[in-house]
Nanobody, 124 residues
């Protein structure tokens, strides 16, 4: 059974940085793409970033491009989301997800497994 456990969320001020981690277990981690999504208060879930199986290819939502970096350590079965220059509008529950594909995918429906989420709150 695939399990994803996010950590690293918290309360920060605008302009601060946070690094989220997502530890995966239950299957071979290194051959599947991973993604980060978020759901802000009163908003729908939205795509944040995705990374392919090797880490060589990444893609980001326009709203976070240049501020967030997704990476992975296949030896540790972990994917990361480095978030810099945080803004109040980044406040959300952040979820990591994985599916059955090797290459980057953008749609939530393409992901099969989801973590429980970690709260990120950015104060102004």
């Amino acid at each position: 059974q695939v399990q994803l456990v996010e950590s690293g969320g918290g309360l920060v001020q605008a302009g601060d940085s946070l690094r989220l981690s997502c530890a995966a277990s239950g299957r071979r981690f290194s051959i599947y793409s991973m993604g980060w999504f978020r759901r802000g208060p009163g908003k729908e879930r939205e795509f944040v970033a995705t990374i392919n199986w090797s880490g060589a290819t990444t893609s980001y939502a326009d709203s976070v491009k240049g501020r967030f970096t997704i990476s992975r350590d296949n030896a540790k079965n972990t994917v990361y989301l480095q978030m810099n220059s945080l803004k109040p509008e980044d406040t959300a529950v952040y979820y990591c997800a994985t599916g059955t594909r090797m290459y980057i995918v953008y749609g939530a429906s393409d992901y099969t497994y989801w973590g429980q989420g970690t709260q990120v709150t950015v104060s102004s």
